[in-house]
T-cell receptor, first 117, second 111 residues
């Protein structure tokens, strides 16, 4: 099956610093990647959709200058949380769709638990 | 109106019983429907997807889709304690290439 690897699985950072999270599709080309955020006991909230080689499409209420998304290749997308604050602490999850398989499900990475202190 | 709705639960069923999870969605143009299972602290894992009206069976799981009623359900037969988790309904819209998740239903299977 398709494998999506997300790194790191957890990170602790100080307020005001930036954190980069990587999402890689290991055995397929991901034409589209999605970034979600999940607060405790809540569902996944879509933050943005990124297509390889183009700018990400952000959901309403998500600050594009704070959450920088880069999808430079068909196997890698990155999310950078800039000037992190404690309220950014959350579980961030990426998912990727295999463009070569047509209309299929997206596969999830393992998630990254971010704690800002 | 929320785009994807589910009963939050918790839903409790005895071991061996059938668990029934329901989901409704608002976008009539939605094309694809997914059920994910999520254990606490873990990423969601796909259980089933369904595109056409009717039933789709995979082992102990059956997904049911009714586009006219904008309703999708998941039945879990012979429920096991290991099925205890949060079940997320997800819908891929017709106009936009994105998947929207419902709030999830917490299922507890009692031994």
């Amino acid at each position: 099956g398709a494998v999506v690897s997300q790194h790191p699985s957890w990170v602790i950072c100080k307020s005001g610093t930036s954190v980069k999270i990587e999402c890689r599709s290991l055995d397929f080309q991901a034409t589209t990647m999605f970034w979600y955020r999940q607060f405790p006991k809540q569902s996944l909230m879509l933050m943005a959709t990124s297509n390889e080689g183009s700018k990400a499409t952000y959901e309403q209420g998500v600050e594009k200058d704070k959450f920088l998304i880069n999808h430079a290749s068909l196997t890698l997308s990155t999310l950078t949380v800039t000037s992190a604050h404690p309220e950014d602490s959350s579980f961030y999850i990426c998912s990727a769709r295999d463009g070569g398989r047509g209309d299929t499900e997206a596969f999830f990475g393992q998630g990254t638990r971010l704690t800002v202190v | 109106q929320k785009e994807v709705e589910q009963n939050s639960g918790p839903l409790s069923v005895p071991e061996g019983a059938i668990a029934s999870l329901n989901c409704t969605y608002s976008d009539r143009g939605s094309q694809s429907f997914f059920w994910y299972r999520q254990y606490s602290g873990k990423s969601p894992e796909l259980i089933m997807f369904i595109y056409s009206n009717g039933d789709k069976e995979d082992g102990r799981f059956t997904a049911q889709l009714n586009k006219a009623s904008q309703y999708v359900s998941l039945l879990i037969r012979d429920s096991q304690p290991s099925d205890s988790a949060t079940y997320l309904c997800a819908v891929r819209g017709g106009s936009y290439d994105k998947v929207i998740f419902g709030p999830g239903t917490s299922l507890s299977v009692i031994p």
